[in-house]
């Protein structure tokens, strides 16, 4: 597996090199850089095969692809009317639109750049040799917290660009969970949770390598970090997600459907003990880590409190730092929905709703024939389920593998592509 082209070329070299760009503490920045040098490229392309009729510059647009355009354009919009609502100075505006070329931006520009000539098997082994690397250095991250090194080895001097916080930019080797005293490991993300999302999204990759070897070292790679995060989103992702995807995948299928209506009658009869079940779960998630679930109530309520009475359109334009009660992290925060509701109102939440509905609408129907759907589909239930644990646009910079693929599933029609495994 080798890039043939330059939009492969960068892909490639920008995830297999993901430890060596940490180390540098270059993520963050990096991300940004190679989504708008794409578009670069991508509009050149574009402008050349309607000017000059290039057939070889040809870029498929798909409408979905569009639709996520339109909806991070309205978010942009969203952003800047609030910030006028507010009466925020001009600086603070150019501030927030940097903020957002390098956040919500990229969840419609990677997709975008999905379109060119990149192989899905690419972005496969890439994800694999990546959980390779994981393997390979676990076992110094685990060494650190076991010789009682620093937690924090040093903090890029890439800070100086500008971000959400140092976090960013600091080669972590471990961190002890305030709540229990245990070990969490984070490694290239700037908090544990996030580095389960982003294992998730590498696993259903590693579904579809080819190769035994890579396969496998994808596997394990990924639990491994599912399981050093301690995220329980992380590791119920892990278990569901493909499981929802095999059979939402195989809906299409008679005895799936027969099958799929006995189980419906079934649970009908079932349905007191299965919500009693659901219940007691739900509590037991919350408990694992109590105090995490009651920061995150409380900063859902205030965000949704004070969207409903101060701001419903447009939002607050920015985020704010809450009390005391949640420990004066930002309103909104470790929830895309509650966040995109403070800050940009019922505009910025259905410039969100809207492209990740169709997205999960037209994969439903793709995964029924083609590999590729089935994949797109994944990563699609995945990041619905982490709007409700994460904010989609702090972690853009490390999910755009996942964005990228949706928009090379895009490209082709529904019928165009061989049928789907039998087992996913």
């Known amino acids: 597996m080798a890039p043939a082209n330059t939009e492969e070329r960068i892909v490639w070299y920008s995830i297999i090199g993901t430890y060596g760009f940490y180390a540098m503490g270059a993520l963050y920045v990096l991300a940004p850089v190679i989504a708008w040098l794409l578009l670069a490229l991508a509009v050149f392309r574009i402008l050349r095969f309607v000017v000059m009729g290039d057939a070889k510059s040809h870029v498929p647009l798909p409408p979905l692809v569009l639709i996520w355009l339109a909806g991070m354009l309205v978010m942009y919009v969203a952003l800047v009317v609030g910030h006028f609502n507010y009466d925020f100075s001009l600086g603070t505006v150019i501030k927030s639109s940097i903020g957002w070329a390098k956040g919500w931006a990229l969840l419609a520009i990677f997709p975008l750049i999905g379109c060119l000539n990149i192989r899905p098997e690419l972005i496969y082994r890439a994800a694999c040799i990546v959980s390779l690397h994981t393997l390979l250095l676990v076992p110094l991250f685990v060494g650190a917290w076991l010789a009682g090194l620093p937690q924090i080895l040093y903090v890029s001097p890439l800070q100086m660009v500008g971000g ?131 920061v995150r109530e409380a900063l859902g309520r205030i965000a949704v409190n004070r969207w409903r009475d101060e701001a419903p359109l447009w939002g607050h334009g920015q985020v704010e730092a809450g009390p005391h009660l949640v420990e004066y992290m930002m309103i909104g925060s470790h929830h895309t929905w509650y966040g995109l509701l403070y800050v940009k109102g019922a505009v910025g939440f259905f410039a969100m709703a809207v492209p990740l509905a169709c997205g999960v609408l037209y994969f439903l129907v793709k995964a029924m024939h083609t590999r590729e759907g089935q994949v797109a589909l994944s990563i699609l239930l995945l990041l619905f389920l982490y709007t409700f644990g994460e904010n989609l646009e702090v972690l853009a910079y490390l999910i755009w593998p996942g964005l990228l693929f949706i928009g090379i599933a895009s490209k082709n029609t529904l019928l165009t592509q061989s049928e789907p495994d039998e087992v996913y």
């Not at 969490?184 to 908090?191: C, D, I, M, N, S």
């Open 164 to 294: 959400p916080g140092p976090e960013f930019f600091a080669m972590s080797l471990y961190e002890i969970d305030p709540s229990n005293g245990s070990p969490r490991w984070r490694l290239f993300t700037p908090w544990a949770p996030a580095l389960g999302f982003v294992a998730n999204i590498y696993f259903v990759f590693a579904l579809r390598e080819k190769n035994r070897f890579y396969r496998y070292a994808g596997y394990i790679g990924c639990i491994t970090m599912v399981l050093l995060s301690g995220s329980r989103l992380g590791l119920l992702s892990l278990i569901t997600v493909s499981l929802i995807t095999w059979w939402l995948s195989m809906m299409g299928r008679p005895l799936v459907l027969w099958i799929s209506g006995v189980a419906a009658s079934f649970t009908g009869l079932a349905m007191a003990p299965i919500l009693g079940f659901a219940e007691e779960f739900s509590t037991r998630f919350r408990e694992a880590r109590a105090d995490s679930s009651r």
